[in-house]
């Protein structure tokens, strides 16, 4: 028993090693690249929103692998982590050095993506399957059509919000408009970095899958699998779930506060339901369950367009195509019992050729 | 009076979301799955009547049977090609399915036809109805989409509780094994409402594009997945119920457009749904179900 254990975690330690070997290995080529000048301007401006997207793969992979719930509203919590590390950002980068700017952003989106989680959650994973999916949208599209329609001001008597327009928050002379409605924020600096992004990716996987493979993720992927019996092993099933939910927003969040940071203007509509669908198509490919299958999804679909620019317009068309037949060969019923048959045949046929050896 | 008109144009809308709505409900009580292309089926519906009304100057109730025929095959063609092989599979993964399926259908329309907004000219040739001496107007597109729900609902409801395959239908949704064993032909069945589904689907395009004048391949997407939220709304499965649901939804959507905020009537719709689930999860006019283990 207590070899066997030792075996496992030495097992799980070695799969560790070789997700974080994969993201510094892909980390030193780019800086080489970069440094020969061998990258083109677009696929070096690909690398910040790859970080962003590989750290959203993994995060929804929690939910949707890991938990066994499908959220189709993640853009929503990107939205929040990426408006709040923003403003934080924005307002702090006067006086102090800018990386301690960047920490204190990134802590605030995380902050605020995790608080939204906590007050989405809490409803949400009261309901399950599609009823749970199709709220995770409402709240998704609820998020966005908020923040499209927020002003948001701030003068010396404090900060003033209006869901009208910007007159109507009656700001004083001195007073600045931060979120300008559906034109959202703009004129940012630029700060995010492809070495932050990188820390904030290995981050992100060391914490998910600490937490995986902790006690907490084992009392998750239980419920995944079955509720009822996880439950009367005296396994809290709401508590796990909305850990998981949370640990998940957050890491959106984080994802946001990077993505954001990239760009002189932010708009809400950019997270939109079709990033929620996109980053799930990155879990889907990956493979669900499987976090360093999501980083490798995230990479190379995000890159793959600019690489190969005729294909843009089939883009999606190929990602939907490659959706359907990637759940009915790996989900459907007919299918698993045909590869069954089919391994079990190459086994069979294999064992009948060492026998005539 | 600006209250009584924001009404009836709620009733519009809400009748177009209880036609949509009643597709959803009758494939989600019946094959227990949530068909995300639904509303995509709506767009090609809306292409097709577009394509042979508005370009090609059809005669618009042969248009609509045309856009009838051609969902009708194209939902059963989905439900072969991408639902059939997961039946048995997790409700996430025909979940995922549906999205791909959704997704596609979007792609391949902008793809053929382009992302450019069509001028969609109403099929409908009624003139407006003026009453209380032109102080209040009702358009003539409300008139026919409020009485082609209410009897596109009265011949389903016939057609569930009065013929052979409506009965094998009840039979499906209750209890597919036992149906099954019974000699019901499930996957006929399951086709059948596929079939039905798309086809009202066809017709809701058509009244949703009259009343709302231009067409992208996008259109669908929106209006579809608030039809579910009124097919949910109205407790799904039921037939009534998506119709209350539809109905109670398009009148709030435009009362608080009218009243509240453009921008905030989507968030107010969904806010609506996420009550309603958490308060009833069953809905409206749903049956309440109990979890075996």
Known sequence: ?357 | MQFLEQLINGLSLGSVYALIALGYTMVYGIAKMLNFAHGDIIMVGSYVVFFTFARSGMNPVLSILIAMAVCLILGVLIERVAYKPLRGASSLAVLITAIGVSYLLEQVAQLAWSSNPKTFKSVVTMPPVSIAGGALVISGETIVTVLVCILIMVALMWFVNNTKSGHAMQAVSEDRGAAQLMGINVNATISLTFAIGSALAAVAGALLNSSFATLTPLTGAMPGIKAFTAAVFGGIGSIPGAFVGGILLGIIENLSKAYISTQLSDAIVFLVLIIVLLVKPTGLLGKKINVKV
Not at chain 1, 223 to 248: C, H, P, V, W
Not at chain 1, 323 to 338: K, V, Y
Request: proline share 1%.
């Open chain 1, 1 to 357: 028993m207590k070899t066997a254990r030792a075996s496992k975690s030495k097992q799980v330690s070695h799969s560790y090693l070789i997700t974080f070997g994969i993201v510094i290995a892909f980390y030193i080529i780019i800086q080489i690249m970069s440094g020969r000048g061998v990258l083109t301007s677009s696929l070096e401006g690909q690398l910040i929103p790859m970080c962003a997207y590989a750290i959203m793969a993994v995060s929804l992979n929690l939910t949707v692998g890991i938990l066994g719930e499908l959220s189709l509203g993640h853009a929503g919590f990107m939205s929040v982590g990426a408006f709040a590390g923003v403003l934080v950002y924005m307002n702090m980068s006067s006086g102090i050095p800018s990386w301690c700017a960047m920490f204190f952003a990134i802590l605030a989106g995380a902050l605020a993506a995790g608080i939204f989680g906590l007050l989405v959650g809490i409803p949400v994973l009261r309901l399950s399957g599609d009823y749970l999916a199709i709220v995770t949208l409402a709240f998704g599209e609820i998020i966005k059509n908020l923040l499209n329609a927020m002003y948001l001001g701030a003068d010396s008597s404090g900060l003033h919000v209006s869901f009208k327009d910007a007159a109507s928050m009656h700001l004083s002379a001195n007073g600045k408009v931060l979120i300008n409605g559906a034109l959202g924020i703009t004129g940012i600096r630029k700060s995010s970095t492809f070495t932050l992004g990188i820390i904030l990716l290995i981050i992100t996987l060391a914490v998910i899958l600490n937490f995986i493979h902790s006690r907490a993720g084992r009392a998750v992927m239980s419920i995944r699998d079955n509720e009822i019996a996880a439950q009367s092993i005296g396994i809290d099933a709401t508590k796990y779930k909305l850990m998981a939910f949370i640990l998940s927003a957050v890491f959106a969040g984080i994802a946001g506060v990077l993505y954001a940071l990239n760009y002189s203007a932010l708009v809400a509509t950019k997270f939109n339901y079709n990033t929620s669908i996109q980053v799930l198509v990155f879990v889907v490919l990956g493979g669900m369950g499987n976090i360093t299958g999501s980083v490798i999804a995230a990479a190379v679909l995000t890159v793959l367009p600019e690489v190969l620019r005729v294909a843009n317009n089939y883009r999606m068309l190929i990602y939907s195509i490659v959706l359907i037949a990637m759940m009915i060969i790996n989900q459907g019923p007919g299918m698993i019992a045909w590869r069954k048959r089919f391994v079990a045949k190459v086994k069979a046929n294999h064992s009948d050729g060492k026998e005539v050896e």
